[in-house]
Nanobody, 126 residues
Framework: QVQLVESGGGLVQAGGSLRLSCAAS????????MGWFRQAPGKEREFVAA????????YYADSVKGRFTISRDNAKNTVYLQMNSLKPEDTAVYYC???????????????????WGQGTQVTVSS
């Protein structure tokens, strides 16, 4: 079992920045990938970014490339999502997720992830 707890959400003006954190506990993450997803009201949950814990390789949705950065801290068992140049369309509940990693995994697919956090609200005002 892996427990995930997100933090760092809030209200920010367009063009601003936020950093989300996801603290993981329960087992080692060396064989896992960690992902961030988001869900806006009335929309489906969508992929934002992912990182393979063991090698640090990162993946991003086209909509956030160049603005968001995913990273991990091995010592703290924590994954971060640095969000810059935020836009109103980034408003959503952001979820952290963990799933087994491999060279053939589709990290943008929700079904790949076994564990999910409860989410943190990000609101970007115009």
């Amino acid at each position: 079992q892996v427990q995930l707890v997100e933090s760092g959400g809030g209200l920010v003006q367009a063009g601003g920045s936020l950093r989300l954190s996801c603290a993981a506990s329960g087992r080692t993450l060396s064989t896992y990938a960690m992902g961030w997803f988001r869900q806006a009201p009335g929309k489906e949950r969508e992929f934002v970014a992912a990182v393979r814990w063991s090698i640090g390789r990162t993946y991003y949705a086209d909509s956030v490339k160049g603005r968001f950065t995913i990273s991990r801290d091995n010592a703290k068992n924590t994954v971060y999502l640095q969000m810059n140049s935020l836009k109103p369309e980034d408003t959503a509940v952001y979820y952290c997720a963990a799933g087994p990693a491999s060279a053939y995994s589709d990290y943008a697919r929700l079904g790949m992830y076994d564990y999910w956090g409860q989410g943190t609200q990000v609101t970007v005002s115009s």
